[in-house]
């Protein structure tokens, strides 16, 4: 484990190879689950504002989801989360060409809303866990991704680099800087 200021990061972060292949997987991990897309409290109530914005971009299955249980739900470990169709699938899931894609980023690149996705959803494989003084930033390993560790590994990204956007988008550009030091500095040690 590394810690940079109040995060504690999983070393699995920088020796483990991730870049999403949606060819293969079809965007399974918006499909399957057992549960919704966790959701900050920020993030649930953006949706709750930009529901209207959104719903032109969803799937008659979701929206009926939405009408009934609201645009977030509590799930059974009291976290908020985006709701499911049939127990299964995010409510917010569209298919284009066979692939299951995100209503609220197709808003969100339409320039509908500002809100581009949940972070939870955007820095997939991290899963982020709140300690009392901290943050830990911990890799995800499903096996619904091995499309996406094989093509990680075959180009030598490390799980960071593929996420770099969404670390920038939730932690800023100093502390991705910050992951790219420790990277460097792991691969001397390694040597």
Not at 94 to 108: L, M, Q, S, V, W
Not at 164 to 171: G, N, P
Not at 183 to 189: A, D, G, I
Request: charged share 30%; with cysteine; net charge negative.
């Amino acid at each position: 484990m590394i810690q940079i200021d109040n995060k504690i990061i999983s070393k699995d972060l920088f020796d483990n190879h991730f870049i999403c292949h949606l060819e293969k997987c079809e965007g399974n991990c918006c499909i399957f689950g057992d549960s919704g897309a966790p959701l900050e409290k920020e993030e649930a109530e953006l949706l709750h504002k930009h529901l209207e914005s959104i719903k032109p971009f969803m799937r008659g299955e979701g929206l009926r989801e939405v009408n009934l249980q609201g645009s977030w739900v509590v799930d059974r470990d009291g976290d908020r989360v985006t709701p499911l169709v049939g127990n299964e699938e995010c409510a917010y899931v569209i298919f284009e060409e066979g692939i299951a894609r995100c209503a609220i980023e197709k808003a969100y690149e339409e320039k509908s809303i500002t809100f581009q996705k949940p972070v939870s959803c955007h820095l997939y494989p991290i899963r982020v866990s709140r300690l009392k003084d901290a943050i830990a930033l911990n890799y995800h390993r499903w096996s619904i991704c091995e499309p996406a560790r094989i093509l990680g590994s075959k180009e030598g990204v490390p799980v960071f680099r593929f996420l770099k956007e969404a670390i920038t988008r939730v932690y800023g550009a100093s502390f991705y800087g910050e992951l790219e030091i420790v990277y460097r500095e792991l691969k001397q040690v390694n040597r």
